[in-house]
């Protein structure tokens, strides 16, 4: 009797465990509630230092409609050019 229980106690945690687990891989994800960029920890230290992003494709579409490869090359062009570049979303630009 007491391994019966045992075993329906593993049983009901392990399934609440797995339902868990997998309702959050295939919940769909809403991109708009993404939050954006942080961008000041993208932007040079001096005036001579160079940002340098990774080679991630990412892609991030600006208010401007061009799409960035990355955060970090948005955030470098916004700094350089002016906040007039605003995000838009993640993704590529329609």
Avoid: R
Avoid at 1 to 11: G, K, Q, R, V
Avoid at 16 to 26: C, P, Q
Avoid at 76 to 87: R, T
């Amino acid at each position: 009797m007491a391994a019966f229980s045992n075993l329906t106690i593993f049983f009901l945690v392990s399934s609440t465990l797995a339902h868990t687990v997998f309702s959050e891989v295939f919940k769909p994800k809403d991109i708009a509630k993404w939050p954006k960029p942080p961008c000041k920890m993208y932007y040079p230290h001096g005036p001579f230092y160079d940002s340098k992003c990774p080679n991630i494709t990412s892609y991030v579409c600006a208010t401007n409609g061009h799409t960035y490869q990355n955060e970090c090359f948005f955030c470098v062009d916004q700094w350089e050019f002016g906040p007039h570049i605003k995000f838009d979303k993640y993704g590529k630009c329609d």
